[in-house]
Nanobody, 116 residues
Framework: VQLQASGGGLVQAGGSLRLSCATS????????MGWYRQAPGKQRELVAT???????NYADSVKGRFTISRDNAKNMVYLQMNSLNFGDTAVYYC???????????WGQGTQVTVSS
């Protein structure tokens, strides 16, 4: 299974970006798909996750600004990021988990940089 994240870039504070994560190597849906991020000098942290059934979980710092969505048929997950601020600068990683096999998979990361 491989995950490929895209959509990162340089954006001004207050701007928006949409991240996408495509998967390959698995036809069945993933139980949970989500996004994590890691800023320089910090640990990787959860941004948002979404179950196959549509239940979501967001970090408090992004609630009301970020929206996660997924396409189960395509096994893709997206992250719409609005009102970006300097604290959102990080490498964003997509993640997909399969409960039955207790496996989770990571993408390579995409850089998001918020500037003034």
């Amino acid at each position: 299974v491989q995950l490929q994240a895209s959509g990162g870039g340089l954006v001004q504070a207050g701007g928006s970006l949409r991240l996408s994560c495509a998967t390959s190597g698995r036809r069945a849906s993933f139980d949970v798909m989500g996004w994590y991020r890691q800023a320089p000098g910090k640990q990787r942290e959860l941004v948002a996750t979404m179950t196959w059934g549509g239940s979501t979980n967001y970090a408090d710092s992004v609630k009301g600004r970020f929206t996660i969505s997924r396409d189960n048929a395509k096994n893709m997950v997206y992250l719409q990021m609005n009102s970006l601020n300097f604290g959102d600068t990080a490498v964003y990683y997509c993640n997909a988990a399969v409960y039955s096999s207790r496996r989770d998979y990571w993408g390579q990361g995409t850089q998001v940089t918020v500037s003034s």
